[in-house]
């Protein structure tokens, strides 16, 4: 067995899916119907596959903000621009994973394609997640309401990140 099997079994396409369909959801949400761009689930993948940046996020109030949660855990930013580039793959199968099931749907958004939530929930054989599946769901969530509250250049500033 691999060394990081358990991540590897974790990194699926399809589980990547059903987060960034809690985090296209919540940043609609919290943006009056606008969607994320590409560039916002990129950056999501290199954090929700990061233990301490879930761990931290994933029960803080959406009102707190990313700048609360970096300023108590600095781990999150500590490597952050690696993470990105190694999960960028990892990101696109699941957002083509997404919109062949019907949960994302893609849409221009005058430069990088964004993408929607369709639906006010996921459908119900794959709504259900336990244990750290959930908490990555909640981290989803949070991220989409804190990625919608900053323009993507302040955001890519404050995380240390270039895309």
Same mark, same amino acid.
């Given at each position: 067995?691999?060394?990081?099997?358990?991540?590897?079994?974790?990194?699926?396409?399809?589980?990547?899916?059903?987060?960034?369909?809690?985090?296209?959801?919540?940043?609609?949400?919290?943006?009056?119907?606008?969607?994320?761009?590409?560039?916002?689930?990129?950056?999501?993948?290199?954090?929700?596959?990061?233990?301490?940046?879930?761990?931290?996020?994933?029960?803080?109030?959406? =009102?707190?903000?990313?700048?609360?949660?970096?300023?108590?855990?600095?781990?999150?930013?500590?490597?952050?621009?690696?993470?990105?580039?190694?999960?960028?793959?990892?990101?696109?199968?699941?957002?083509?994973?997404?919109?062949?099931?019907?949960?994302?749907?893609?849409?221009?958004?005058?430069?990088?394609?964004?993408?929607?939530?369709?639906?006010? =929930?996921?459908?119900?054989?794959?709504?259900?997640?336990?244990?750290?599946?959930?908490?990555?769901?909640?981290?989803?969530?949070?991220?989409?309401?804190?990625?919608?509250?900053?323009?993507?250049?302040?955001?890519?500033?404050?995380?240390?990140?270039?895309?």
């Amino acid at each position: 067995m691999r060394e990081d099997h358990e991540e590897v079994v974790l990194r699926n396409p399809a589980y990547g899916a059903a987060a960034f369909w809690h985090l296209a959801r919540s940043f609609s949400d919290q943006a009056e119907g606008r969607t994320p761009m590409l560039a916002h689930f990129l950056l999501a993948e290199g954090m929700l596959f990061h233990h301490r940046t879930v761990q931290k996020i994933r029960g803080m109030n959406l =009102d707190s903000g990313l700048l609360k949660a970096i300023s108590e855990v600095p781990d999150i930013v500590a490597g952050l621009q690696g993470r990105v580039e190694d999960a960028m793959a990892e990101a696109l199968r699941a957002l083509q994973v997404g919109t062949a099931a019907g949960i994302l749907l893609r849409e221009h958004g005058g430069g990088l394609p964004t993408f929607r939530a369709v639906g006010n =929930d996921l459908p119900k054989q794959i709504r259900r997640a336990d244990g750290r599946l959930d908490e990555t769901f909640a981290a989803a969530k949070r991220l989409g309401a804190w990625y919608a509250m900053e323009g993507l250049p302040t955001l890519l500033h404050r995380l240390g990140v270039r895309l």
